[in-house]
């Protein structure tokens, strides 16, 4: 088959998971790979958390569960006796998978189907999806035999395998990449935006508790406010003072330096 093709069918799939590009994808045939796997039931939580982490590490995945693949690399679309309930599969998985990996679960029945191999069939899809700038995603838990804790997995030959330090280093600079790339999509409205808020998220005053000198104790009203401070307690008295924490630049005189230097480099660029 044209590897394009291929390509295709499988970006249909994972950006959509609709019954008609599932249909489209196992009428097609095509074997597994590193971003597919096929299994023709649920299988134990710890080797399934094992797929999701490693898939999740390796631009998202797609595994199908109702789907046998056979020696010759065939996929015959068995489909499921019963579907499994998504809450009873996300408690199994939780344990090992952190929060922030970000996965769904699609259910679909083909009552009628123009492709009679999945007629009156049942399939369930989980879908990893690609979130680089979360990398990387690592095992919180152990089970014996299936998956290790403290572990980052990939996906390497349909395997799900333990990263090299070479994947590591891999998985990291498509991290910082993608987190380079968005921040310089922002445009400039969205920049001053950002920082604007976070001015005003801090204020210029602050309200201080303050002492205003030593009393006269002999005096009347002193007396009198000593008799109410011991039947209702001490009046704590307040003064608004400048916010030592606050940017010693506003956030106009911030603007006003970078129209200066924006000047600068107008200057700069022309050879004036």
Do not use: C
Request: no cysteine; net charge negative; charged share 35%.
């Amino acid at each position: 088959m044209n590897p394009q093709f291929k390509d295709i069918l499988y970006d249909e799939l994972i950006k959509e998971p609709t019954k008609d590009n599932l249909r489209n994808f196992l009428k097609n045939n095509l074997g597994e790979f590193n971003e597919i796997d096929f299994k023709s039931e649920w299988i134990d939580k710890g080797k399934l958390a094992k797929i999701i982490l490693a898939m999740a590490n390796s631009n998202g995945g797609v595994i199908i569960v109702g789907v046998k693949e056979d020696e010759n690399g065939n996929i015959i679309p068995e489909g499921l006796d019963k579907l499994k309930d998504k809450a009873d599969i996300d408690n199994e998985i939780s344990k090992f998978i952190p929060r922030n990996l970000d996965y769904e679960i699609f259910n679909f029945i083909y009552d009628s189907s123009e492709y009679k191999e999945i007629e009156d069939k049942k399939f369930q899809l989980l879908v990893i999806y690609n979130t680089p700038e979360r990398l990387s995603f690592v095992s919180l838990s152990e089970k014996k035999e299936s998956i290790d804790k403290d572990v980052i997995y990939v996906r390497r030959a349909t395997k799900s395998i333990k990263a090299t330090a070479y994947d590591i280093d891999e998985i990291l600079q498509k991290k910082v990449m993608t987190i380079f790339q968005n921040s310089k999509e922002m445009s400039l409205d969205e920049h001053l935006l950002q920082l604007k808020k976070l001015y005003n998220e801090l204020p210029k005053k602050i309200n201080v508790l303050v002492k205003k000198g030593e009393p006269n104790k002999f005096s009347l009203i002193q007396n009198i406010s000593n008799a109410l401070k011991t039947l209702y307690g001490t009046f704590d008295e307040y003064e608004e003072q400048d916010n030592p924490s606050y940017p010693d630049e506003t956030y106009e005189e911030f603007i006003l330096d970078m129209i200066k230097a924006k000047k600068l480099k107008i200057k700069s660029e022309l050879g004036l």
